[in-house]
């Protein structure tokens, strides 16, 4: 009696931690045919989002009908550097439909980068960020895409190349402009503006730095960062309006600069 009720009793725990889990996997496991994703945009050119977050995680080892799947899949996809946030993930009949925001370059950032050709010295390059300051993948751009994006230079020495991609690129100059690149990017073809300048501010205030705009016309003061306007000076939005309506005005347009901060360095 004994003998073959602990037959049963292992025969069951053995199924039930073992074989049942594995037919799941077998009949109902995740693959990369069954996992639809949020098309990619046209910049990530040699990244694959879906091949590379299943060959970097336990995806394969996982069932649509295990209740935690969701949840790992939300996990997975938003550690990827090249996603904002992942939306929804739904579990459907056959399929698995998981909605994604991924990043969007905003900007370059002219950096330093070590010079192939001498390994004791340093090349100019450009590293791709998105609109959260978050250094995209660099494999995905050349230099030829460089004019495409608003070029962020700074004063003093460069922003060094050595950054983790997906994080924030770490630099307060950086970071604020690109706060301003946000705010003129829907502009940008408007006022033929071509790069961002962080200068150290000369004046004690909410903000350290100094940002002037460059376009095909007049060179703008901007001065401080969106949201960091010092005492007296005019808000984002208000720059932001004087600054498109002088592309209409021959006479505004053909001056060599123009401070819309309403004072003078």
Not at 41 to 53: C, H, I, N, Q
Not at 99 to 122: F, H, Q, T, W
Not at 163 to 170: A, L, S, T, Y
Not at 185 to 208: C, M, N, Q
Request: proline share 6%.
């Amino acid at each position: 009696m004994v003998g073959p009720f602990l037959l049963c009793i292992f025969s069951y725990f053995g199924w039930l931690y073992y074989g049942a889990p594995k037919l799941d996997i077998a009949n109902y496991g995740l693959t990369k045919e069954n996992i639809l994703i949020t098309q990619q945009p046209g910049w990530l050119r040699k990244t694959r989002v879906l091949d590379e977050v299943f060959d970097e995680s336990s995806l394969a080892r996982r069932s649509r009908l295990d209740s935690k799947t969701p949840e790992e899949l939300f996990r997975v996809f938003t550690a990827h550097p090249c996603v904002r946030k992942t939306r929804r993930v739904e579990m459907m009949a056959g399929i698995v439909r998981v909605d994604l925001e991924y990043r969007i370059p905003v900007a370059m950032v002219n950096c330093n980068r070590p010079d192939e050709s001498n390994p004791m010295g340093k090349e100019e390059g450009y590293l791709p960020i998105d609109s959260d300051g978050v250094l995209l993948d660099t494999k995905n751009f050349t230099r030829d895409d460089v004019p495409q994006y608003i070029t962020i230079f700074v004063e003093g020495e460069k922003v060094d190349s050595a950054r983790v991609m997906g994080k924030p690129i770490g630099d307060p100059r950086v970071e604020e402009a690109v706060q301003l690149c946000n705010l003129l990017l829907p502009y940008r073809a408007i006022a033929k503006i071509r790069s961002v300048y962080v200068y150290k501010a000369k004046h004690s205030g909410k903000s350290k730095w100094l940002l002037e705009i460059e376009t095909l016309g007049p060179r703008f003061v901007w001065g401080s960062s969106p949201r960091l306007e010092g005492l007296g000076e005019p808000l984002a939005e208000t720059k932001l309006n004087q600054l498109v309506e002088s592309v209409s005005d021959s006479k505004i347009w053909s001056q060599p600069s123009i401070d819309l901060t309403g004072t003078r360095r």
